[in-house]
């Protein structure tokens, strides 16, 4: 649709899979789309999150990805954060007067589980060495000072990322997943254990099923039969890439994290649990009993949350969403945020994706999510009159302005579009063909600023 017809203007902010989804739905129902992001690039956890050596599945989402942005319907703004005391706030992007605007800014936010020590040195939180391992800015040169024994707090898909970045590129000498609750109960996908389960240490597991039998069977579970669904599932692993050992603890939930006189890991308390039953599930309940778990370095991936500093209003870990349901499917109230103090919507403002629900499932469940909002976003729409395009334009120049006194290195399509460039050019000069990044924005910006005389 072209720039000149009659539309309305939606803000979306965040260009990971969830805000490219909005973008995209909203754009080819010939909305005037504005993004705003974080990082110089797009993708989010795409570019930054999924295991660097996911080629393909990186690939083919940011050529995606791009192919959307490049609609001209659409403005794009890297390097812009939104929140608090950032480039621009909430009541900044309120004041534009849009007909909408997403909040798809993912789960920024650090979620720590509330143990003495975790600020000790070697202590990591999982998303901070998921960003450094991926070159985000801002992590990519941060020191990450990991010993040989790695404790990794959960047993999710994160986990097993973390793991695998341990084994085949740190090369420690052993990589210990603790789970509070039990194998059975362990969250990560069958298929990704193969990259690392050819350095799993089976005699431990061994031990490690005998140890916890006990606990199991008082639950009603089979160990037997919990053990081989899970060495089932280790008959495809790839070749073991280095000497590490891959251990489990289970039914162990951390305490204390133990230091040294120098604040140093040393290891960790852990207390050992039980499971009990609940709904269909099982819960961990503590047993009162401890004992030391020796390691020198300890990393929590634990899943993540919000970031409460964007400036929504957020209440126990997320932003809060209209409690009261609709009719509709999907349910406008799930996508609506909500002010609680005056117990209203706020109107036309959305969360999608991992900013509503913060670490919750894959790419798709994002896009998914991203498409849903979407939906509600149009009812939302059509209950307002479209701008005509000298009042769209109006506001895409008053945004505009601010932002380029906010944030004079703000990233263009044109300029994202050098930049795009210069990585492949960069990385084939390199020898790296796939999944070159400048690591640095001011490596990225010097580059578009070189393209750009050239
Ligand atoms: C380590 C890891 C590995 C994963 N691997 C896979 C995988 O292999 N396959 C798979 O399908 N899924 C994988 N996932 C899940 C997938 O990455 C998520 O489902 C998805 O990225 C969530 O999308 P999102 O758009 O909600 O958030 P994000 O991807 O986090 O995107 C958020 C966007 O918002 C921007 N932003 C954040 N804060 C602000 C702000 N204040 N102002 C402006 N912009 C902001 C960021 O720059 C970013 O672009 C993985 C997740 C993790 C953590
Ligand atoms: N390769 C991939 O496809 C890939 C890679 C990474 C991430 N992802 C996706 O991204 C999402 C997030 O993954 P994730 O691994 O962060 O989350 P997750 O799957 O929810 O796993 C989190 C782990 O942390 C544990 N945990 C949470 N709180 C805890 C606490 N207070 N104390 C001790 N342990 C605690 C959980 O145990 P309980 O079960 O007991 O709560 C669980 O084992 C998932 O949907 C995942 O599939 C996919």
């Known amino acids: 649709m072209s720039k000149n017809q009659a539309s309305h203007l939606v803000i979306v902010v965040g260009a990971g899979p969830a805000g490219m989804a909005v973008v995209n739905t909203l754009s080819r129902a010939g909305r005037r789309v504005v993004v705003l992001n974080r990082d110089i690039k797009f993708g989010g956890l795409a570019e930054y999150g999924i295991f660097p050596n996911k080629h393909r599945l990186k690939g083919g989402l940011k050529k995606g990805y791009w192919d959307i942005l490049s609609r001209e319907n659409i403005e794009y703004y890297g390097n812009v954060t939104v929140g608090n005391d950032k480039d621009m706030t909430f009541s900044d992007l309120q004041a534009i007067g849009a007909g909408a605007l997403v909040f798809a800014t993912g789960a920024q936010g650090t979620k720590t589980i509330g143990v003495e020590g975790d600020r000790a040195n070697g202590v990591y939180h999982a998303k901070d060495v998921v960003y450094h391992y991926n070159l985000l800015p801002g ?187 609709t009719q509709n499917d999907p349910d406008d109230s799930l996508f609506q945020a909500y002010d609680e103090t005056s117990g209203r919507v706020i109107e036309g403002v959305f969360l999608a994706g991992w900013a509503r629900r913060a670490s919750e499932g894959l790419v798709g469940v994002a896009k998914r999510d991203g498409d849903w909002c979407s939906e509600v976003l149009e009812r939302h729409l059509a209950t307002r009159a479209p701008l005509d395009a000298a009042a769209v334009q109006e506001k895409l120049d008053r945004l505009k302005r601010l932002i380029e006194k906010r944030q004079p290195d703000a990233v263009r399509k044109e300029d994202l579009r050098l930049l795009l460039e210069m990585e492949e050019e960069e990385g084939k000069r390199k020898g790296i063909i796939e999944g070159f990044k400048f690591p640095t924005n001011q490596q990225m910006l010097a580059a578009i600023r070189h393209r750009k005389m050239a």
């Open 139 to 325: 992590f990519s040169q941060r020191p990450f000072e990991l010993g040989q024994r790695v404790a990794v707090i959960g047993i999710g898909d994160v986990m097993v990322d973390i793991a695998h970045w341990l084994i085949r590129y740190k090369k420690v000498k052993e990589v210990t997943s603790i789970a509070r609750r039990g194998p059975a109960e362990r969250k990560y996908n069958p298929k990704e254990i193969r990259v690392v389960c050819g350095n799993v240490d089976r005699d431990d597991l061994t031990k490690e099923f005998a140890r916890i039998r006990p606990r199991l069977e008082a639950a009603g579970q089979n160990a037997d039969t919990i053990r081989s669904g899970m060495l089932g599932e280790m008959t495809k692993c790839e070749p073991a890439g280095s000497e590490t050992k891959m251990r489990f603890r289970f039914l162990s939930s951390p305490r204390r994290v133990l230091t040294d006189s120098k604040n140093r890991v040393r290891g960790l308390e852990l207390e050992d649990t039980r499971l009990e039953p609940k709904g269909e599930d099982f819960a961990a309940v503590g047993l009162k009993t401890t004992g030391e778990f020796a390691c020198d370095s300890v990393i929590f991936a634990v899943g993540d949350r919000v970031d409460e500093t964007l400036g929504l209003p957020f209440k126990n870990g997320s932003f809060l969403t209209n409690p009261n349901r």
